[in-house]
Nanobody, 123 residues
């Protein structure tokens, strides 16, 4: 059984920062790509960032690059999302996801999902 567990969400004022974590559990866990998605109320789930587990290559939604940074700790099987200069429009439920194979920004291609951690950015 593979499980992804997110943490680090919360309430922050506009301009502030948060760091999300996603830990992978399960002896059978093996992923090539880990990613973050987010879903705001009434909106579709959207790609935020992804990282290739082996070489650390990173991919971002164009509108978020420069404010968000994805990283990983291979030994801890954990991926992080550092979010800076947060805006009210960043408010959403943030999900961690994992898949085998190359990066894609389509949520349909990811096999494993966490339960989500909420991020609320106030004005």
């Amino acid at each position: 059984q593979v499980q992804l567990v997110e943490s680090g969400g919360g309430l922050v004022q506009a301009g502030g920062s948060l760091r999300l974590s996603c830990a992978a559990f399960g002896r059978a866990f093996s992923a090539d790509t880990m990613a973050w998605f987010r879903q705001a109320p009434g909106k579709e789930r959207e790609f935020v960032a992804a990282i290739a587990w082996n070489d650390g290559n990173t991919y971002y939604a164009g509108s978020l690059q420069g404010r968000f940074t994805i990283s990983r700790d291979n030994a801890e099987k954990t991926t992080y999302l550092q979010m800076n200069s947060l805006r009210p429009e960043d408010t959403a439920l943030y999900y961690c996801a994992a898949k085998s194979g190359y990066y894609t920004n389509s949520p349909l291609r990811y096999n494993y999902w966490g339960q989500g951690t909420p991020v609320t950015v106030s004005t």
